[in-house]
């Protein structure tokens, strides 16, 4: 058993690190639950200044975790694969960004998800700013679409483009479109929303509600005295 | 298995010289060898090229000095100040300098630096990181312009060499830059070019910017290559490169680590095949490290085959430098490979093993010629 573990050791650590760019068409992405929000938007090159774009990989289990506690951008098991700005270049908020992976983890084959936020932008993370709790946050990816994506030929690729899931290396382009898009999509415009909420892990409510315990019944005990 | 040629060089060499004296120096005039080279792009699959001409030396003179990242020319070039400097819609070109040795060894022979500024005499470089020590007196400068995406897919050629998009949603033709700047290996392309026709808006692209953003000057370095894809039902087309024959020696840079192998996509600017015997690179000078153990190939070049109709392609031959020949993986260690070629304007990849110090190799390349 020893010999088993050691040579599965030598072979994760000779496994090389996964490179490949993701040209990414993405639209409408919109800001808070119901979309009543725009994303920060820059139209230079790179978009500093826009929302805060994630790319996730989604590890063995093929789900994504939408359990964010403040400071993640992921959570569970799911993989960082890369950052970039949102812009609008491509019509009515709808992006076209490019994500550089270097060095990833990820496998080939797991599926890729976006996910984006309009309370951060790429410049506010590259300096090491974090989500905070109450930060509104979307995901998406074809399999996990609601209601799911059946389309064929190619269910994970709906809009076209390469499927959405780690390439083996190189250059692919990904796409997601709503049907409320300047040249129209496969997905619901809620597709494109903001459901989900980075809220506080159950330690910290618990700290929370006991500092109110205690607060309480010192005010209790002062206005007794 | 072969790679088979796809390139056609027709090239008729036409070389007028004439020595003109000036204050006593002497300038050369020359007219190089032209040609042209065509070779087939693919439908629904990447085409890795690089450009085996360059475009027509805009000058030629001999150097009076080099300090710090400055040539001082020889004579009275009388330039006009920042002629080889560009400038956004009145000066569309960018330059680079080339040196070449005359009868004294020049220690940068072959190396290109891009024109920052310049005086009536004087040349500014960016040298990035490296120095001009070394050239002496009387060495040759050579000044080109570069290439760039409008010059090597010109508006005129719109569904001959490329397919122009109509909307961003669906891109056509795209040119693809490979990674010139990141650490490791297998890298990808982080550059997407796309040529817009759509109303009034026309032009190169680059995928990430403002769609109205005119990329059609940015450059193709010399020592690099790039990927003509063909997409969403873009056809096979064309792509000719028209130009003049590099009859001096060209130098790559190879960048090397530490702590891990380093990939460097590179290309020689030669309209015809060149044997690995030939190519300059081997381990003599340290440009291409030999392996001592075939259990641990060390520095490898690697060549793609654009017949496969694919894209994000793999390399389909890995050489390697084996018991003082080339070696094919894959075949027997005792067959000597060097004289299998580096196809004309064929892109390569070639991966450095680390280093005890991290360094510049340096592949001096000599015209077969």
């Known amino acids: 058993m020893k010999k088993f573990f050691l040579l599965l050791t030598l072979f994760a650590s000779t496994a090389s690190a996964l490179n490949f760019t993701t040209n990414l068409d993405a639209g409408r992405l919109r800001g808070g639950p119901t979309g009543a929000n725009a994303l ?92 905070i709790a109450g930060s509104t946050f979307g995901t998406y990816n074809p399999r996990v679409s ?40 496969s997905q619901f415009p809620s597709e494109g929303f903001q459901p989900f909420v980075v809220v506080p892990e159950p330690s910290t409510y618990l700290t929370l509600c006991l500092g109110l315990l205690v607060g309480c019944f010192a005010l209790k005990r002062r206005f007794a005295f | 298995m072969r790679i088979p040629p796809s390139y056609k060089a027709f090239g008729f060499g036409v070389t007028l010289s004439a020595a003109i004296m000036a204050d006593g120096v002497a300038q050369t005039a020359v007219t190089e060898p032209v040609g042209f080279t065509r070779v087939q792009t693919l439908g629904s699959s990447d085409t890795l090229v690089s450009t085996p001409l360059t475009r027509p030396a805009e000058y ?7 300090s710090g990242n400055v040539i001082t020319l020889s004579g009275s070039p009388a330039l006009t100040t920042n002629q080889f400097v560009y400038a956004a819609g009145t000066q569309p070109k960018r330059y680079y300098v080339i040196t070449s040795a005359t009868d004294t060894a020049n220690a940068k022979e072959g190396r290109q630096f891009l024109i920052t500024a310049n005086t009536a005499n004087t040349l500014t470089l960016n040298l990035n990181g490296d120095s001009l020590a070394g050239i002496p007196a009387n060495a040759q400068a050579r000044i080109i312009p570069y290439w760039t995406l409008g010059t090597v897919f010109p ?34 392309y982080p550059q997407t070019y796309y040529y817009i026709n759509a109303s009034s808006n026309v032009g190169w692209r680059l995928f990430g910017d403002a769609t109205t953003n005119d990329h059609s ?116 260690t005792t067959v000597n490979h060097g004289a299998d070629v580096i196809p004309a304007g064929a892109a390569i990849i070639i991966r450095k093993a680390p280093t005890t110090v991290a360094q510049t190799a340096f592949w001096v390349n000599s015209p077969t010629y």
């Open chain 2, 217 to 332: 000057d940015d450059i193709l370095i010399p020592d690099g290559y790039f990927v003509v894809r063909h997409d969403n039902g873009a056809p096979n087309l064309a792509l000719t490169n028209v130009g003049s024959v590099l009859t001096k020696k060209f130098t790559v840079p190879l960048t090397t680590t530490t702590t891990q192998y380093q990939d460097n996509a590179v290309s020689i600017p030669r309209p015809v095949d060149v044997a690995l015997d030939s190519s300059g690179l081997g381990p003599v000078d340290g440009s291409f490290v030999a392996t001592t153990s075939t259990r641990t190939i060390l520095d490898q070049l690697f060549l793609f085959d654009n017949s496969q109709v694919t894209t994000n392609k793999s390399p389909v031959k890995t050489y390697y430098y084996f018991n003082s020949g080339w070696r094919l993986f894959g075949d027997a």
């Open chain 1, 40 to 131: 920060p938007f820059d139209n230079t090159n790179g978009s500093p200044a826009g929302g805060l774009l994630v790319l996730v990989a989604a590890g063995e289990d093929s789900t994504f975790s939408n359990s964010l506690a403040p400071g993640q951008v992921v959570s569970a098991n799911d993989i960082l694969l890369g950052v970039a700005g949102f812009n609008t270049n491509n019509g009515l908020d709808e992006t076209q960004s490019v994500f550089n992976i270097l060095n990833s983890s990820a496998v080939p084959g797991d599926l890729v998800a976006l996910r984006w936020f309009s309370t951060l932008t790429l410049s506010q993370y590259n300096a090491g700013s974090r989500p």
């Open chain 1, 146 to 185: 609601n209601p799911a994506n059946l389309t064929l030929p190619n269910p994970d690729a709906p809009d076209g483009g390469a499927s959405w899931v780690v390439p083996g290396g190189g250059t692919v382009a990904l796409n997601f479109f709503t049907t409320d898009s300047t040249e129209g999509g």
């Open chain 2, 60 to 66: 030629v003179g001999s150097i009076a000095s080099v």
């Open chain 2, 155 to 188: 508006a005129g050629d719109a569904g001959v060499s490329f397919t122009p998009t109509t909307t961003t949603r669906t891109l056509k033709t795209q040119v693809l830059i490979p990674d010139y700047s990141n650490v490791g290996t297998n890298l990808s």
